[in-house]
Structures are given as structure tokens and as C-alpha cells.
């Protein structure tokens, strides 16, 4: 069974800086896309970013130009740079992980980002 586990979650100033990550563990099929979604409290989970195997990357365009994703394909971990955080930001972060052929969908159990006004 795969397991995602995440860090690096906090409180942060308006205007600061966070760094996200994501460890997947078990049996990881390729191709698969890796991602961090997110949940404001009373709204749904929506889309941050997302990266595939061969490294291209989809944002929300809320956090475009600021908010940056990565991964390592040797180590089954992506990474989540945000900068110029804003207090809509403010949400539990969630990391995904999608077996493209298998349509299997995978979730970390979420870190809590908080930027204060």
C-alpha cells in the first residue's frame, strides 16, 4: 500500500515563505503525477500544483509566480516552495499521488498552513 506523508507545514507572516514536503512510501507505478491540493475551512479541496515523471507542472492560477513545485523521481518525494503567502493561502495542505494507468489516487493526512494579516 503506498503512504504519503507530509511536513513543513506553520504559521507564517503575510508575505512570507513556506517550503512543503512529501515522502511517498510502497509500491510507486510510473508514469504518476504528484501534487498538493488544498482545503480552506466551509470550501472544497482544490488544486495547487501538480507534476508528472518528466517534470511538467500545472498551477492554480491563484498561486501562479508564487508558489513553486518539484520533485525527486529517485527518492518518490515532491516539494511544495511558497512564497509571498498570502492570508488566503490559509488552509489544510494535502499531497497526492496519481498512477496514471491505474487511475489509483493516493492522499497524505494534510499539514496546516496558517498566514497571518
Known amino acids: 500500500q503506498v503512504q504519503l506523508v507530509e511536513s513543513g507545514g506553520g504559521l507564517v507572516q503575510n508575505g512570507g515563505s513556506l517550503r512543503l514536503s512529501c515522502a511517498a512510501s510502497?509500491?510507486?507505478?510510473?508514469?504518476?503525477?504528484m501534487g498538493w491540493y488544498r482545503q480552506a475551512p466551509g470550501k472544497g479541496r482544490e488544486l495547487v500544483a501538480t507534476?508528472?515523471?518528466?517534470?511538467?507542472?500545472n498551477y492554480a492560477d491563484s498561486v501562479k509566480g508564487r508558489f513553486t513545485i518539484s520533485r525527486d523521481n529517485a527518492k518518490n518525494t515532491v516539494d511544495l516552495q511558497m512564497n509571498m503567502l498570502k492570508p488566503d493561502d490559509t488552509a489544510a495542505y494535502f499531497c497526492?499521488?496519481?498512477?496514471?494507468?491505474?487511475?489509483?489516487?493516493?492522499w497524505g493526512q494534510g499539514t496546516q498552513v496558517t498566514v497571518s494579516s
Open positions: 507534476i508528472t515523471n518528466d517534470g511538467s507542472t
Open positions: 510502497g509500491t510507486i507505478f510510473s508514469p504518476n503525477v
Open positions: 497526492n499521488l496519481l498512477f496514471v494507468y491505474q487511475l489509483n489516487h493516493f
